[in-house]
């Protein structure tokens, strides 16, 4: 396929305000400022196998789902802001082009964003939360609806498949896109640099390795949700809904 001409690179100005709804959206939410997100506060101590009970182990696997979904959402969002934002609003790429190279991205940021906020105030009343650290060896049952993480995931199931079939669907030629862009627009290369130079004072998350994220996510689901019910008893509600 032929690159399109200079002129050709935003189109119309009607195509810019095509995707003006995907930046009402507050892409400052304050949750998720912080790449380096904190790591689960979890003793060292606790990772002790002889030490841990099925309710400790549970807490510390929705902590990581908690943690890598809080770093997760707020990569997409800087791309967003830092890359597909600018490269719209100088008119470097049109809407077509974007939506070639960055797919449905934006659609996912708001649900993913979504799914954060319940994951978070599930985590604040987790009933264990604030003994598991002081006793490592009692057995705990899961009776409290706080515990349950499992109809989350049941709740935005076909939500979260449909967004990942499209992004995952399309990711291959994605990539071929987005290279060929960067060889032809220069406007596209600096952006790159600009967004990866800012990421190396935290993540060193270069624009490739946040766009692949998505494709990793769900089976990072998966392996956490699996743990999770190693360790569930099969007489909860949670047992039910993550198996």
Known sequence: ?????????????????????????????????PVEAEAPVVPKEAFAADKLDPSTRRL??????LFTEEKYVSILRLVIKHVVKPLLLSKAINVSESKS??????????????????LQKRNEYWSCKNDYDLNLNNSRTLNSKSDVVGDIFIKHSEEMARHYGVYMKGYNSAVLHLRHLLARRPGVEQTKKTFEEEQRKSESVDLESALIMPCQRLPRYVLLLTEMKKNTSSDTEDFMFIS
Request: negative net charge; proline residues 4%; glycine residues 4%.
């Open 101 to 118: 190279v960055f797919m449905n991205i934006t659609e996912m940021y708001g649900f993913q964003k979504q799914l954060l906020t319940e």
């Open 60 to 65: 510390i696997t929705f902590q990581e789902i």
């Open 1 to 33: 396929m032929s690159s399109p001409s200079d002129s050709q690179k935003g189109s119309s100005s009607s195509q810019l305000t095509e995707p003006s709804s995907i930046f009402d959206e507050d892409l400052e939410f304050s949750v998720l400022q």
